[in-house]
């Protein structure tokens, strides 16, 4: 399928000089200049994309998973490229992907521009440490949001306004918030439907459902689902008395 193939090596020599650019921009220009020559001469934006464009096939099969679970969970699509070209959630899937492997190489800020750009976009916002394996879906997407910490398996499937957030801070005696896990951990093949959050350090075990409209923060044990009450039928209303 054309547009699922790996980029040629062209592509992979310009793709490479844009993220060396995009390195060097990022530099702490406030460093003294011994400092900055160190920085270059221990680990250079040069290492950097060239480590980067080694990591490319990688990623390309990751998004390859990705593009599969999505085609699979939705039987809207009608192809691959209509995935590629009008998915708000592949496309934070693939800002997350490519932001998440500069992030492992140690480049700052530049990550965090990537997944925002997605954010603006797309309503999902995923934090590039975020750790989200292959075949990864997210449907319809909007209001998504996956925190620092999260850590997600395999075939795992979230829909509109998922949230998968911290509980609450850890100071120090500073009163600054200390980077902590705090966020929840998502085991294989778990389904997590709309508007749920679900938040701090929790572990929702393997082959779970999440329903949806559900505030979540207790571990889930494998193969378990959790739902919401059903609603409460009131049969008349009499001027809005019983609302």
Request: hydrophobic letters at 40%.
């Amino acid at each position: 399928m054309e547009l699922c193939k790996l980029p040629d090596d062209h592509q992979v020599m310009q793709l490479a000089s844009l993220v060396r650019e995009e390195i060097f921009s990022s530099c702490p220009h406030e460093e003294s200049l011994a400092q900055i020559r160190d920085i270059i001469t221990s680990f250079s934006s040069k290492k950097v994309a060239e480590a980067f464009e080694a990591s490319l096939p990688e990623i390309g099969e990751l998004l390859k998973s990705d593009l599969e679970a999505i085609s699979l969970n939705d039987p809207a699509v009608k192809s691959m490229e209509e995935v590629i070209a009008c998915y708000p959630g592949f496309r934070a899937i693939l800002h997350y992907r490519i932001a998440h492997k500069l992030l492992e190489l140690k480049v700052e800020i530049v990550p965090r521009m990537i997944t925002e750009m997605a954010h603006s976009l797309t309503g999902i916002d995923i934090h590039p440490a975020a750790q989200i394996g292959g075949f990864f879906a997210i449907d319809h997407g909007t209001g998504v949001v996956i925190g620092e910490t999260s850590i997600i398996g395999e075939h795992v499937m979230l829909y509109q306004g998922v949230t998968l957030g911290a509980k609450n801070f850890v100071h120090d005696e500073k009163g600054k918030a200390v980077n902590l896990p705090r966020h929840p951990i998502l085991e294989d093949n778990v389904t997590v439907y709309s508007n749920t959050s679900i938040l701090g350090r929790v572990r929702i075990g393997h082959d779970t459902v999440i329903g949806g409209n559900i505030w979540l923060t207790h571990d889930v044990p494998p193969n378990s689902k959790i739902l919401q009450s059903r609603a409460v039928y009131i049969r008349e209303f009499d001027n809005g008395s019983g609302i």
